[in-house]
């Protein structure tokens, strides 16, 4: 069975971004993973979360979990936030230092959850800067859900 372990950023004393009505990224992030938490109970495939309560993680703890877990894939969930209000959408940030590493893996959850939710497509991102996607070692993600910063609508 495929193993998965799903991030959820922030947490404990870092809530992340901070939306529209003083709502938290950490929290926002919560909520989706204990949603998934229980869609995911009856697939076929094995999921770890770094976290499913408001605690304060390190970012090489993170990739460690994954790492130590043997996971096929690793999915990080945060939401983005813009000063611009009339960005919206779902992108999706891959590891890459240059030689792009290219995942199936990133391009199609960000088509999906576009589709699912019809919502923008911002496309697959690159960036050697993201801990949690540096220093894990199976296929990695890095998804940022829509604007926290700007209401749906
Ligand atoms: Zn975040």
Known sequence: MKRLVIDLGH???DSGAVGQNKTHEADVVLAIGKELNELLKNCEIEVKFT???NKYLSLSERARIANDFKADYFLSIHINSASDKSVRGVEIWQY???NTKMNNFSKRVCEDISKIFNSRNRGVKYSKALSVLKNTTMPASL??????????S
């Open 51 to 53: 976290r499913l309560e």
């Open 96 to 98: 890459s230092n240059g």
């Open 11 to 13: 947490g404990g004393n």
């Open 143 to 152: 998804i940022e859900v829509d604007f926290i910063s700007n209401n749906r």
